[in-house]
Structures are given as structure tokens and as C-alpha cells.
């Protein structure tokens, strides 16, 4: 796979500038042909001004969750009235307002007319496309019934984004919180501090330990600011490379599973992503080992992934769903009791539909809520800092007299 550069003309004689991927460079010149563009330049893609915007461009303008949303519902709308894959893409692709999804719309539409399928082709663009959107067209095509699928999956993403918007807006109030108190905090080591340090030197008194405490962290923060910086750049980079390994990552979700308050949205908010992902992937028609492959690399957290690839290992040994799911630790009772009923009744993803819709109420009552839940502990937080400042900086104050009586 080769990178490279190209300014090219479009039919319309707009000038078009970017990056594009293939295995030759006679195949990414036929590529560009059969967009229809008129090919000014083609170049290696080595370090150079033009690369770098492309990427700076791609970055800073990737697809967001609400554009994919009303991508597959026009996908869905238009294939459902009988339009050609080839005309559908061509209309989606020239109605597309982000440039990062009409590339590759229009990249796609040129892979299936290559003879790929359209899974196929749709997995070629990963940065839009998750492996949960590509299993589902997977089993879409292989079903024969990809409008049913593309609904499906709609509705899957909406509700997924509707969850990650609640639980933003939940945070939102503790985030703010304690920025606010860091910066309280950054504000008084840097600028108060000094002064009264400077003030009570002047009286040579025994001053209190809160504030040797605090004096201390102001000269140290003043005098090696440039250590400060390096260790908690060190200590940035160590969490990085640990949050980014197996390990890691495991231990972190679990850790966020166990969190007051946070813990417990965070195991309805799993609850919630299985229930509703498995019954779309269920009633695509996806085979269950398969479905927990897919479930287990999009739930979102390594903790219920790691139990997600246990059960698909039991399905592999001939147990039914819901015995696997007892042997975990993970999931709620009541999920697997639920489980266990739509396996005997044969609407399991209906049982499950309904059983995610529960936990989406009950995500939605705490998200609601979460100021009240949360405010002992962001009062204690705050209750701390302000009793270390006002002891830090009032007590010698309360002490003055005695201290300019020895002066």
C-alpha cells in the first residue's frame, strides 16, 4: 500500500487537492480516472506542506456520530426505494458536507465497481466505519435483507449517541468543578502565597504548619517549576503507555466499574450497549460467535469485553447464551434472567430490546440526578482545599498580635 499526492480537476472544474491510498500508482491514477477527474498532479506522498495539511485536515475534520447518523438514514431511505448502490452513492457522496465522508463515498462507490462488496468496501474506511457498522452490512448483504439492517443500525446509533451525550452532559458539572478548584488552587501558590510569605518573614515568627505547608509547595512550584513540569509530563506519558496496553486497560475499566457513584452508571451504561448491540446483531442475523466477536470489540469497556469473549468461548463448547452469561461475574442478574427467558420464548432480541430500553430509563433517571449524587463528594473536595487555605493563610493572621509583640 502506497500514499500520494494529487491535484486533479473535478467535472465541475473545481481544483482537488489530497491524499489517496492504493497498491500502485497506475492503480490510484485508474482510481482517480474513473471519479471523473481531470489529474493535474500525481506525486509520492513524501514530508511536504500539502501532506501535512491533508493530515491536520483529516484530523481536525473527521466524521462526526451525528453526520454517520443521517448518512445511514439516507442510506437506508434511498436503498429502500430501489435506487442502484452505484446512483445511491454517487447522490450521497455529492450531497455530503464533510470532505473526510464524501472521499471516501466516493472511494467506495469505485470499490464495488471494482467487484468488492460492499462490506467489503466499507471496511476499507475503518476511521468512519467500526467493525460493528461493517459486521451489520456484512450480514445485511449475506441475508438479503439490507434495508431491515440499515434501519437497525440507525436506530443503534442514534440511541448510542443519545447515551454518550447524557453521560457528557452528567460529567459536565464535576469536570467544571474541580477545573475551577485547580485553578483556585494554581492561583494561590503562584500569586498569594509569595506575598504573605514575603509578609510574615518579615516578623521572624514560628508561623503555623498549614502554612509552612503551603509555602513550601509555593517555593518549590516557583523555584523547580521546570521538575514539576517533567514529572508530571513523566507521569502523563507512564499513564499513556499503560491505559494504551491490555493490561492497562483492563485494570482501569475495571477500576471505573468500582468508582462511587460513577461505577455504577458506568455498568448500566455496559448494560445498556450489550442489550441494544446484540439485538441488532441478533436480528441481522449475525452467527452468535460472531456477534460476540463484535460485541466484545465495541462495548466500550475491557472489563465486560474480556467476559463478552468467555461466553462466546462457552457457545463454542455447546452452551446455550444465558448459562454462559451466569458464569460471569459482570452482568446483572436481570439481564441474564431476561436472556434466559427470550432463548425459550425465541425473542431473544426483543427480551433484549426491551431489557436495554430499562437500563436506558434508569441512565437516564441517574444522569438526571447527578449533581445530588455526587455533591458529598465534590463538598468534601472542596471542604478540604478551603480549610487547608483559610488555615494555610487566616491562622497566623489570628496570631499577628503575638507575632509583632515579639517583633
Request: proline share 3%; with cysteine; hydrophobic share 50%.
Amino acid at each position: 500500500m502506497i500514499e500520494m499526492l494529487y491535484k486533479a480537476f473535478d467535472p465541475q472544474g473545481t481544483l482537488l487537492k489530497g491524499l489517496v491510498h492504493g497498491e500502485s500508482e497506475q492503480e490510484i491514477f485508474l482510481t482517480l480516472r474513473k471519479r471523473g477527474l481531470n489529474i493535474v498532479e500525481l506525486a509520492p506522498a513524501g514530508f511536504s506542506l500539502e501532506l501535512v495539511q491533508d493530515r491536520l485536515k483529516k484530523l481536525m475534520n473527521g466524521v462526526r456520530e451525528e453526520e454517520l447518523i443521517v448518512f445511514t438514514r439516507q442510506f437506508q431511505t434511498l436503498f429502500k426505494a430501489g435506487l442502484g448502490i452505484d446512483a445511491l452513492l454517487s447522490t450521497l457522496a455529492k450531497q455530503a458536507q464533510n470532505e473526510i465522508l464524501k472521499e471516501a463515498l466516493v472511494s467506495i462507490r469505485d470499490d464495488i465497481q471494482s467487484g468488492l462488496s460492499l462490506a467489503k468496501a466499507f471496511a476499507k474506511h475503518p476511521q468512519i466505519f467500526d467493525k460493528l457498522y461493517i459486521s451489520m452490512l456484512l450480514a445485511g448483504e449475506e441475508a438479503g435483507i439490507l434495508d431491515q439492517v440499515l434501519e437497525e443500525l440507525g436506530l443503534v446509533l442514534e440511541k448510542d449517541n443519545k447515551l454518550k451525550h447524557d453521560v457528557a452532559s452528567a460529567t459536565l458539572y464535576p469536570k467544571i468543578i474541580i477545573g475551577v478548584m485547580g485553578i483556585a488552587f494554581y492561583v494561590m501558590m503562584t500569586f498569594v502565597i509569595p506575598k504573605f510569605s514575603d509578609f510574615y518573614g518579615k516578623f521572624q515568627a514560628q508561623l503555623p504548619l498549614p502554612t509552612r505547608i503551603l509555602i513550601a509547595i509555593s517555593d518549590f512550584c516557583s523555584s523547580y517549576w521546570y521538575i514539576v513540569l517533567l514529572i508530571l509530563g513523566t507521569a502523563g506519558f507512564l499513564f499513556g503507555r499503560y491505559a494504551a496496553s491490555e493490561k492497562g486497560r483492563l485494570q482501569i475499566d475495571y477500576f471505573k466499574l468500582r468508582m462511587p457513584v460513577f461505577g455504577v452508571l458506568f455498568q448500566k451504561i455496559a448494560m445498556a450497549r450489550f442489550g441494544h448491540l446484540f439485538a441488532a446483531l441478533y436480528k441481522s442475523g449475525l452467527p452468535l460467535v460472531r456477534s460476540f466477536e463484535v460485541l466484545s470489540q465495541v462495548i466500550g469497556n475491557e472489563a465486560y469485553a474480556k467476559e463478552i469473549n468467555e461466553f462466546r468461548d462457552g457457545l463454542l463448547e455447546g452452551k446455550t447464551i444465558s448459562e454462559v452469561m451466569r458464569n460471569g461475574k459482570a452482568f446483572a442478574p436481570i439481564m441474564v434472567e431476561t436472556t434466559a427467558i427470550g432463548e425459550q420464548s425465541g425473542n431473544l432480541d426483543t427480551m433484549l430490546s426491551a431489557m436495554a430500553g430499562h437500563f436506558d430509563m434508569e441512565i437516564n433517571h441517574m444522569t438526571k440526578n447527578m449533581t445530588t449524587l455526587i455533591e458529598p463528594i465534590l463538598l468534601c473536595l472542596m471542604f478540604g482545599m478551603v480549610t487547608l487555605m483559610a488555615l494555610g493563610i487566616f491562622l497566623p493572621m489570628w496570631n499577628m498580635s503575638k507575632a509583632v509583640t515579639n517583633h
